[in-house]
């Protein structure tokens, strides 16, 4: 099995998660009585915070040179606004990164969706690190919601779902917000790692591309070499 190293903290909610998951999805193959080595470096969310670009991204790249230096064979960052820094941090190291735009464009792809609503905090809908991304790998057509609605999904991604707060209020939000773009989209893009917790027992006309359970399948085909 190959070493993988993980960057949490971001929130350390959706860094449980990743964790758990991946334990338990690997354990399926190795047997109940194992579970696989891991390299795990939490980062204070308040860099993140911050939105420092410059910092963001130095802080990014301190880490992953200590994950490459520690054994790491790939490194994977459990949530997606980090995934900023990946640009500026990959050229500098000599692992990959297991991006989380391949793990949703593959499955879009596979699903043949093309119209995507992509939900998260501000800068997940806004920059183009994923939206770009997206697009140029996958010629995805990313769409996200309207200003009022992307500044009160930042509210609850920033000021709630990251502290470990899962209200209905949230919840009626996304559902609601859902159903408005359902007639013109394939599928949703939780781009949050919380959203998937919220939604968890949700239905909904529309699918979810749940960006952290594509993700932690991505983790367990590279550890188990699938």
Sequence with gaps: MKLLGLIGGTSYHSTLEYYRLINEKVSLY????????????????????????????????????ALQEAGAKAIMICANTPHMAVEFVQPKIDIPFLHIGD?????????????????GNKPT???????????????????????????KSHFFVSKELTQGV???????????????????????????????????DEQAQTPFLSTTDLHIQTAVNFITDK
Excluded: H, W
């Design 166 to 200: 899962f209200s209905d209020e949230a919840k009626s939000f996304y559902k609601e917000l859902i159903i408005e773009y359902e007639e013109s989209i394939d599928a949703v893009i939780l781009g949050c790692t919380e959203l998937p917790i919220l939604l968890r």
């Design 125 to 151: 809908m806004t920059k183009d690190f994923l939206k770009k991304y997206l697009k140029d790998n996958y010629e995805l057509d990313v769409r996200i919601p309207s200003e009022s609605n992307i500044e």
């Design 30 to 65: 190795m047997g109940k009585s194992q579970n696989p080595d891991l390299l795990l470096y939490s980062i204070n969310i308040d860099v993140m915070r911050r939105q420092n670009i410059n910092e963001i991204n130095q802080t990014y790249l301190k880490v992953s040179k």
């Design 103 to 119: 793990s949703v464009g593959e499955e879009a792809k596979k699903q043949t969706f093309k119209k995507l609503l992509l939900l």
